[in-house]
């Protein structure tokens, strides 16, 4: 996978909208690899997006799958109460907590069926059965971990490669279990650190994400011995892009803090400092899905609104120096900036 590409950058799996075909087929055709998000989506929905990608691009693509965890026990009824005014701002009621598999046995006999080349997967470990199963129809298989244990059980199931995610990452921290008392769900790792622990640990080809945005950092990943880098802050902007036109604004106007929240979804993640975010934070449960549905109307209001105040606004420590426009001229700059960091850093060498 990654000796064939260009330039080793990778458009992360950004659910839930922002990463979208027209995404992924822009940064394939500039010669690097795209993932589509399958998290949140019907097993349909999911077959329709591989096929609209596949329209746009005859170049191998990805598709990310998250696992389901084990059902909270956590009471809710606090976190459900907090946000009936925000709700009612918008005119809506506070959505049905309830925990799903996100249907993730229909989307894994999707991915099957269509052989898609890659296929990744979030918040925990597929079966050493649904490894066989993607591996009989030559799929390369990677697990997102962020922790040198994640990447040793990762491996003993017969990953292909692991993404290795450092806590500058926007969106959710893809630790395998949450630590409820703790607000980034344990131990977290910058990504440099927790490429040195994991590549202490395997020989497995890694790729790099978490606050990836500038051609340097790029540079910096692989000289650590990353095979790949993954970007998906610095995607965000991009003309292809699926991201609501609230958090763009958000986003290039800067300014806004960063911090992980279980406050929209129960499970630690990553995004811009908002009004929810900042108020309801310290007593969010530990309760995922569950609370992504009691909060998904909210959210869908205050997008509709246009308004940042309620709305998960996932992005990296470093989205203030993330650029816009069409995502090739993204990914162009991104390998100059690379290459020239490479001729710099060389130079210092001697």
Not at 166 to 195: K, M, S
Not at 243 to 254: D, H, K, M
Not at 302 to 310: F, Q, R, S
Request: net charge negative; with cysteine.
């Amino acid at each position: 996978m990654f000796e064939r590409l260009r330039f080793p950058v990778i458009v992360a799996p950004m659910a839930g909208g922002p990463t979208t075909p027209a995404l992924v087929s822009a940064v394939t055709a500039a010669g690097g690899f795209g993932f589509l998000g399958g998290g949140y989506l019907t097993a349909d929905a999911l077959g329709d997006l591989i096929a609209r990608t596949a329209e746009l691009t005859a170049e191998p693509f990805g598709v990310n799958l998250f696992l389901p965890g084990a059902p909270s026990v956590a009471d809710l009824s606090g976190h459900r109460e907090h946000l009936l005014a925000e709700a009612r701002r918008y005119g809506v009621e506070p959505g049905d907590a309830h925990w799903d598999d996100d249907a993730y046995p229909a989307k894994l006999d999707v991915v099957v069926e269509r052989r898609i080349p890659v296929v990744s997967f979030t918040f925990g470990l597929p079966s050493v059965d649904d490894v066989a199963r993607l591996h009989e129809v030559g799929s390369l298989v990677i697990v997102t971990v962020t922790s040198p244990e994640e990447a040793d059980l990762a491996a003993a199931i017969g990953a292909d490669a692991l993404c290795v995610q450092g806590f500058e990452a926007g969106g959710h921290r893809g630790i395998f279990a949450d630590d409820p008392v703790h607000p980034a769900g344990g131990e977290t790792y910058g990504l440099l650190a927790a490429l040195r622990l994991v590549s202490a640990v395997t020989d497995l080809p890694l790729i790099a994400t978490g606050g990836l945005v500038h051609g340097a950092d790029v540079a910096a990943v692989l000289v650590a011995g990353a095979a790949a880098a993954q970007l998906g802050t610095a995607f965000l902007r991009a003309d292809e892009a699926g991201t609501q036109p609230a958090q763009q604004r958000a986003l290039a106007e800067g300014g806004r803090k960063t911090a992980f929240t279980r406050a929209f979804t129960g499970r630690p993640a990553r995004g811009l400092v908002n009004r929810v975010l900042a108020e309801r934070s310290a007593d969010a449960p530990s309760a995922y899905p569950d609370v992504h549905h009691l909060t998904r109307p909210i959210r869908a209001a205050a997008a509709k609104a246009g308004d940042p105040e309620a709305m998960s606004m996932w992005a990296g420590q470093t989205y203030p120096l993330a650029g816009a426009g069409p995502a090739a001229e993204i990914f162009a700059k991104l390998e100059r900036e690379a290459r020239e960091a490479f001729s710099q850093a060389s130079k210092r060498l001697g």
